[in-house]
């Protein structure tokens, strides 16, 4: 399922953290500089690495359109890059001169939080580069964050084991003990998921710990409950402090690297460990997987930034339906559904069906309307090629309910026949 392809080894000290973007892969470490790496052939850009900060630079991240990254540090800072030519765009300097442990852009890139060892935690405007709002937890050092995918909140993670949950005012809306020797990361799955009886719709959130322990949180957002935050289980695998976790761009795998020097790959679902990676040599620090290509990136204190390639998926094969018939359609799971989608050369679609939690009782259900309107399809093309796939899936499926063999339908019509004419074919001398 994975490969290792690539080692960085350019780093003169710890590997703190590695982020992607669609185009590029940053990296920082207790050297005090921040790598940028083309995704092409994961050559070191011209300007890299990126000097500015004088202590360790202890995270990196990009905004949503790989047009910033941001990276902070020991120094008490926050720095601002431009991706394309490595200038320095803004320093923010967290309040008190705290060392910054940790920064995060918001979905919609309009606020940048930035968290520190004195428990300070700022937004700042990611435009103007001006502080908007404050705040700080009550006890310990502020180590991680996460922004909910919709942007409507933010957890922090403490070293004192607690996760707090902020809105976009810098409220408090919620504080629960996580882990009892203190949170080391957490990380949004960016594709909501059913849950109970109901069917509402959540987002799992993970965190790791000092406790050696990955725990899988449910977070819902609904007019009738407002928010909420429950737990829902703990990964098992690792046999020291679990520093770091990250999801998939789908939600399907959880990554974590450990203490142990181990990363595990699991399977979101059912939490099974897919693979157990022993490549590093010391404490895996950070992990990251890419948001548009099946890479995954891993750093350590042995000074190395691992990369990693997700074998592609068997079912998106053009045989992938050849088992169809043992599942009626209006059965299938979403997953079932994005193989069909892969099946019929629909493969970009994948993901909209899935935020829109798409299943087969609701592909057989899908208009011209609902796909403008609802799954948002702005190209014309392509929803009529949808469409039509849907039209012969449903024509499939009435057909299989009654019984009646492909031949004996008109292929343009689809209609039974009852009197069929065969037309030899007539060729010119």
């Not at 960085?8 to 710890?14: F, K, L, Q, R, V």
């Not at 060392?99 to 940048?112: A, E, G, I, K, Q």
């Not at 559904?337 to 019929?344: D, F, H």
């Not at 899935?354 to 392509?382: A, F, M, P, V, Y």
Request: proline share 4%.
């Amino acid at each position: 399922m994975v490969k290792l392809i690539h080692t960085i080894a350019d780093h003169s000290d710890d590997v703190n953290y590695c982020a992607f973007s669609s185009s590029y892969l940053a990296t920082c470490s207790l050297d005090k500089t921040i790598r940028l790496y083309s995704l092409s052939n994961f050559t070191e850009l011209p300007y890299s690495p990126l000097k500015g900060h004088t202590y360790s630079v202890h995270c990196c991240c990009f905004s949503p359109s790989g047009q910033i990254l941001a990276s902070c540090s020991t120094d008490g800072t926050t720095v601002l890059w431009n991706t394309q030519n490595g200038q320095s765009l803004a320093v923010l300097e967290q309040p008190y001169g705290s060392p910054v442990r940790v920064c995060r852009f918001s979905p919609d890139s309009t606020y940048l939080v930035s968290g520190a060892a004195d428990g300070s935690v700022v937004l700042w405007n990611a435009q103007s580069f001006k502080l908007y709002r404050s705040g700080s937890v009550k006890d310990g050092s502020l180590v991680a964050c996460a922004f909910s995918p919709n942007g409507n909140l933010f957890v922090t993670g403490s070293s004192c084991g607690d996760l707090t949950v902020w809105d976009d005012k810098m409220r408090c809306l919620y504080n629960e003990k996580a882990h009892d020797l203190g949170v080391t990361c957490c990380d949004f799955s960016s594709q909501p998921v059913s849950d109970g009886e109901q069917g509402s719709k959540y987002f799992r959130m993970a965190s790791s710990g000092q406790d050696n322990q990955i725990k899988l949180w449910l977070v819902s957002f609904t007019d009738l409950i407002g928010f909420d935050l429950k737990f829902k289980c703990t990964f098992p695998g690792h046999s020291a402090p679990v520093l770091t976790c990250a999801f998939s761009y789908d939600g399907q795998i959880l990554v974590s690297g450990s203490v142990d020097k181990t990363v595990i790959i699991y399977e979101t679902n059912t939490g099974n460990i897919l693979h157990t990676l022993t490549q590093h040599t010391r404490y895996v620090t950070t992990c990251a997987v890419a948001p548009n290509i099946p890479l995954l990136a891993t750093g350590s204190m042995d000074k190395t930034v691992n990369i990693w390639q997700f074998e592609p998926k068997q079912h998106c094969a053009e045989n992938a339906l050849e088992t169809e018939p043992k599942m009626r359609v209006e059965n299938w799971s979403e997953e079932e559904v994005s193989v069909w989608l892969c099946a019929q050369g629909l493969k970009d679609l994948v993901e909209i069906f899935k935020r829109n939690n798409i299943d087969g009782k609701e592909l057989l259900s899908l208009t011209r309307q609902s796909l403008t309107d609802d799954l948002k399809i702005e190209s014309l093309g392509l929803r009529s090629k949808v469409f039509q796939k849907i039209e012969e899936l449903r024509i499939k499926v009435e057909s299989a309910s009654v019984g009646i063999p492909d031949e004996f339908l008109c292929p343009i019509t689809r209609e039974l026949m009852k009197d069929p004419i065969i037309a030899a074919a007539c060729r010119e001398y």
